[in-house]
């Protein structure tokens, strides 16, 4: 202010002085120019409480939506629908903002490197509100965004199950055998050394699961998915019974020689009496008697289905006189019981079964039976009580629609050298002697089957040694024994599938597919449950 005159700066200055000092008028000023401050922060905090409800609202929508569309995804029945079942989720968490929301936007997205294995849901909610909108001019806008991923359910299938829930090496292979089936391997036991590996196999198993620890072996030498200490691995045949139609309870005994026929039939007796009594030392001095105990008149039917009758049996009805006396007592008070009627028998569903040429068997029940010629099983069930099945070499043993059932610790032994071929029942033959429908389905396949109440086949164990010539077409179930399974085995018609306590692969083993071309092993050894996370 250079040049201004003194007497000009002394003015201002005493202006603003007294200015200044002057408190007249003060309170209103301030609060004048307080008051659209005041009021603005009122009208923002209540249109910030409006946005963060609306934001908690939508993001709690979108994180439930993106959570069930993902569940959806996850199973295999229901993938199709998880668009659906995102947005009825999002629908079902709305309320506040349910007016003016946009629709979800809902996709598959890729999530940690993988691809569509997540669900994303995004959505916005827009409205007017009276503060924010008076400063802006437009709707205020709220986004929310989640994304959940995804793990689908893997079922498992095997063709070599060990059902011993604790032993070591329950599944063990053995020098330089050959598995290169890709149809999968499990174990049941708990060991830490469940699944063995004694020599340098090759092993191509597809996937290698247990209930405990595989040998490191396995981890080095193989490309399989190794799954360890596994829960909810399972025996898929522990609930099922064998069968035991009734032409199959026919005692019987193998021989190279020709069988004689055997008749079955139905068979009705029916027996009618009445009753008399007298009393007196001898028949030639008695008088009629009121016994106070006696007997009414009785007429009594009883039916047997599918008996063995005599050779020759025809259908047909015979009735024949049924008298009789029963004498009690000594002396003149000696008793005597007199009846007379008739005993009737009928046959009906008279079936004839052929006994066949020399080495042809039929279903029954045998001690053993030691293959010793050429020898066709007809289809049936057939029970093995203690004994042994063994097939020698140089014979050519068939027999399509059969089962081999175990009891008392019977044996299987298939010796190398033989031509084999033996096919397991279908549900369809199982319900042709009487089985149920629902037990047949479950049945269906099962070629050799041993009785889990028995005591198994010791030592020796069950023992499979098969060659080119060897068809196995079928189920071997062992739930008390070891198996041992050298050489090699074919298929043609059905997989081939053995479960056994344990199994052992020896070193002449090469068994490079369980299961004819175009088919696969499906009987579930283990199911894992789906996952689902929100990931954001």
């Given at each position: 202010?250079?040049?201004?005159?003194?007497?000009i700066?002394k003015?201002?200055?005493t202006t603003l002085?007294d200015?200044?000092e002057?408190?007249?008028?003060n309170?209103?000023?301030?609060v004048?120019l307080?008051?659209?401050?005041?009021i603005?922060?009122?009208g923002?905090?209540?249109?910030?409480?409006q946005w963060y409800?609306w934001?908690?609202e939508?993001q709690?929508a979108?994180d439930q939506a993106?959570?069930?569309?993902?569940?959806?995804?996850?199973?295999?029945?229901t993938?199709?629908?998880?668009q659906?079942?995102?947005?009825?989720?999002f629908?079902a968490n709305l309320?506040?903002?349910d007016d003016?929301?946009t629709?979800?936007d809902?996709?598959?997205?890729?999530f940690?490197?993988?691809?569509?294995?997540?669900?994303?849901?995004?959505?916005?909610?827009?409205k007017?509100?009276?503060f924010?909108?008076?400063?802006?001019?437009?709707a205020?806008e709220?986004?929310?965004?989640?994304?959940?991923?995804f793990?689908?359910g893997?079922?498992?299938?095997s063709?070599?199950i060990?059902?011993?829930?604790?032993?070591?090496?329950?599944?063990t292979?053995?020098g330089?055998?050959v598995?290169t089936?890709?149809c999968?391997?499990a174990?049941?036991s708990t060991?830490?050394?469940?699944?063995?590996?004694?020599?340098?196999?090759?092993?191509?198993?597809?996937?290698?699961l247990?209930?405990g620890g595989?040998d490191?072996?396995?981890?080095n030498?193989?490309?399989?998915?190794?799954m360890?200490?596994?829960s909810?691995?399972?025996?898929?045949y522990?609930?099922l019974?064998?069968?035991?139609?009734?032409e199959?309870?026919a005692s019987?005994?193998?021989?190279c020689s020709?069988?004689?026929?055997?008749?079955?039939?139905?068979?009705t007796?029916?027996?009618?009496?009445t009753y008399?009594?007298f009393r007196?030392?001898?028949?030639?001095?008695?008088?009629p008697w009121?016994?106070p105990?006696a007997?009414?008149?009785?007429?009594?039917?009883?039916?047997q289905?599918?008996?063995i009758v005599p050779n020759?049996?025809?259908?047909?009805t015979?009735?024949?006189?049924?008298?009789?006396?029963?004498?009690?007592?000594?002396g003149?008070n000696k008793?005597?019981?007199?009846w007379?009627?008739?005993r009737?028998?009928t046959?009906?569903n008279?079936?004839v079964?052929?006994g066949g040429q020399a080495?042809?068997?039929?279903?029954?029940?045998?001690?053993?039976?030691q293959?010793g010629?050429?020898?066709?099983f007809?289809p049936?069930?057939?029970n093995?009580v203690?004994?042994?099945?063994?097939?020698?070499g140089?014979?050519e043993v068939?027999g399509?629609?059969v089962?081999f059932v175990?009891y008392e610790?019977?044996s299987?032994?298939?010796?190398g050298?033989?031509?084999?071929?033996l096919?397991?029942?279908?549900?369809?033959?199982?319900?042709?002697?009487?089985v149920?429908?629902?037990?047949?389905n479950?049945?269906a396949?099962?070629?050799?089957f041993e009785?889990?109440?028995?005591?198994?086949a010791?030592?020796?164990?069950?023992?499979i040694?098969?060659?080119?010539?060897?068809?196995l077409?079928?189920t071997?179930?062992?739930?008390?024994?070891?198996?041992?399974f050298?050489?090699?085995?074919?298929?043609t018609?059905?997989?081939?599938?053995?479960?056994?306590?344990?199994?052992?692969?020896t070193?002449t083993t090469d068994?490079?597919?369980f299961?004819?071309?175009?088919?696969?092993?499906?009987?579930?050894v283990?199911?894992t449950?789906?996952?689902v996370r929100?990931?954001a």
């Amino acid at each position: 202010m250079t040049g201004v005159p003194e007497m000009i700066r002394k003015f201002i200055r005493t202006t603003l002085g007294d200015l200044a000092e002057c408190r007249s008028g003060n309170a209103t000023l301030l609060v004048a120019l307080g008051m659209p401050v005041l009021i603005g922060g009122a009208g923002l905090g209540v249109d910030v409480t409006q946005w963060y409800m609306w934001k908690r609202e939508l993001q709690f929508a979108v994180d439930q939506a993106a959570v069930a569309g993902a569940w959806a995804a996850a199973e295999e029945e229901t993938e199709g629908t998880y668009q659906l079942r995102a947005l009825q989720e999002f629908e079902a968490n709305l309320s506040a903002t349910d007016d003016f929301n946009t629709a979800p936007d809902i996709r598959l997205a890729d999530f940690a490197g993988g691809t569509d294995n997540s669900v994303a849901v995004s959505a916005t909610a827009s409205k007017e509100l009276p503060f924010s909108s008076f400063l802006t001019g437009d709707a205020a806008e709220v986004y929310a965004y989640a994304q959940a991923s995804f793990e689908e359910g893997v079922t498992f299938t095997s063709c070599l199950i060990a059902t011993d829930e604790d032993d070591e090496g329950a599944v063990t292979i053995g020098g330089n055998a050959v598995l290169t089936a890709s149809c999968g391997m499990a174990a049941l036991s708990t060991d830490d050394l469940s699944i063995k590996v004694d020599g340098n196999p090759e092993i191509e198993a597809g996937w290698i699961l247990s209930a405990g620890g595989v040998d490191e072996w396995l981890k080095n030498n193989t490309d399989d998915v190794i799954m360890e200490y596994m829960s909810g691995l399972y025996d898929p045949y522990a609930e099922l019974s064998p069968p035991n139609p009734t032409e199959s309870r026919a005692s019987r005994t193998y021989s190279c020689s020709a069988a004689s026929d055997t008749t079955y039939a139905d068979e009705t007796v029916r027996v009618w009496r009445t009753y008399s009594y007298f009393r007196g030392p001898s028949h030639n001095n008695m008088e009629p008697w009121d016994n106070p105990n006696a007997k009414a008149d009785s007429d009594v039917t009883t039916t047997q289905r599918q008996i063995i009758v005599p050779n020759g049996t025809v259908a047909g009805t015979t009735t024949t006189p049924d008298n009789g006396t029963n004498d009690v007592g000594n002396g003149n008070n000696k008793t005597h019981e007199h009846w007379t009627g008739s005993r009737t028998v009928t046959y009906s569903n008279v079936n004839v079964i052929e006994g066949g040429q020399a080495g042809n068997v039929r279903p029954g029940t045998y001690t053993d039976i030691q293959i010793g010629c050429d020898t066709a099983f007809a289809p049936g069930v057939y029970n093995i009580v203690g004994g042994q099945l063994q097939i020698n070499g140089q014979h050519e043993v068939s027999g399509a629609g059969v089962m081999f059932v175990l009891y008392e610790g019977a044996s299987v032994v298939i010796n190398g050298g033989a031509d084999v071929n033996l096919t397991a029942m279908t549900a369809a033959d199982l319900m042709a002697i009487g089985v149920s429908a629902e037990d047949a389905n479950e049945l269906a396949g099962m070629l050799v089957f041993e009785d889990r109440d028995g005591p198994g086949a010791g030592n020796n164990g069950q023992r499979i040694n098969g060659n080119a010539n060897t068809i196995l077409n079928g189920t071997l179930y062992f739930p008390q024994s070891e198996v041992f399974f050298a050489g090699t085995a074919g298929v043609t018609s059905q997989c081939l599938m053995i479960a056994a306590k344990n199994i052992t692969l020896t070193g002449t083993t090469d068994m490079q597919t369980f299961c004819p071309g175009g088919s696969s092993e499906d009987t579930t050894v283990v199911s894992t449950a789906s996952k689902v996370r929100l990931v954001a």
